[in-house]
């Protein structure tokens, strides 16, 4: 089975507030992790990265955390905007493979409302 | 100029016909992938090449086949497509000697429809 998952399908948000998008993960050899944000009718784009010696990392209006205890990587979106509506994908790699395979998971749906 | 292109974007195609798909790509990547997309079930690996002698499968390569003429070119093949081969397929590439070394970069999908 997948090694890598969402919580949750879909995710709605009102314009403004900000966004929590959940992954859990079951390879504890993961060692890097990415977001990426797939729009309607495009191919996934890089969001942000965080390495499995951090728990967290900031990028502009974008936080990823990670909890390797229980195997849970999380995207922070604050103040959320129509353009951020999307799905997103988070994908691992595992600390043995060094070919850079990344292993996705089946995303999550978020919906940015007015 | 898009740094990956896939050709073509959308096609319908009938069960048996023999399909290909084709990747470029301006980046200078020596790593190329090819996956595929299903509603709910993200993204899956088809193929993938770490430079032009190179190709391995990846979870799902049962019923495609796939050719890297060059660095910047990778073909993804349906021998005989089949109705469960409608999909979104990606092409990605990535370079093993940038900082972001794990991170791929995805074209902007072909649509396939097997009738």
């Known amino acids: 089975g997948e090694s890598v998952g969402l919580h949750l399908p879909t995710l709605s948000v009102q314009e403004g507030d900000n966004s929590i998008i959940n992954c859990a993960y079951s390879n504890s050899a993961s060692d890097y992790f990415i977001w990426y944000k797939q729009e309607s009718g495009k191919g996934p784009q890089f969001i942000i990265d965080?390495?499995?010696?951090?728990d967290k990392r900031q990028g502009q209006r974008v936080t990823v955390l990670l909890n390797k205890t229980v195997k849970h990587l999380s995207l922070q979106i604050a103040a959320t905007q129509p353009g951020d509506s999307a799905v997103y994908f988070c994908?691992?790699?595992?600390?043995?493979?060094?070919?850079?395979?990344?292993?996705f998971g089946r995303g999550t749906q978020l919906t940015v409302w007015p | 100029d898009a740094d990956v292109t896939q050709t073509p974007r959308n096609r319908i195609t009938k069960t048996g016909k023999r399909i290909m798909l084709e990747c470029s790509q301006t980046?200078?990547?020596?790593?190329m992938y090819w996956y595929r997309q299903d509603p709910g079930l993200g993204l899956r690996l088809i193929y993938y090449?770490?430079?032009?002698?190179?190709?391995n499968k990846g979870e799902i390569s049962d019923g495609y086949s796939v050719s890297r003429q060059a660095q910047a070119k990778f073909s993804l093949s349906l021998e005989s497509a089949i109705p469960n081969q409608t999909a979104l397929y990606f092409c990605?590439?990535?370079?093993?000697?940038?900082?972001?070394?794990?991170?791929?970069?995805f074209g902007p999908g072909t649509r396939l429809t097997v009738l």
């Open positions: 994908a691992e790699k595992d600390r043995g493979s060094t070919l850079g395979r990344l292993y």
């Open positions: 980046k200078g990547h020596d790593r």
């Open positions: 965080i390495r499995s010696n951090m």
């Open positions: 990605a590439t990535s370079d093993p000697s940038g900082r972001l070394y794990n991170e791929q970069f």
């Open positions: 090449s770490f430079d032009v002698k190179d190709i």
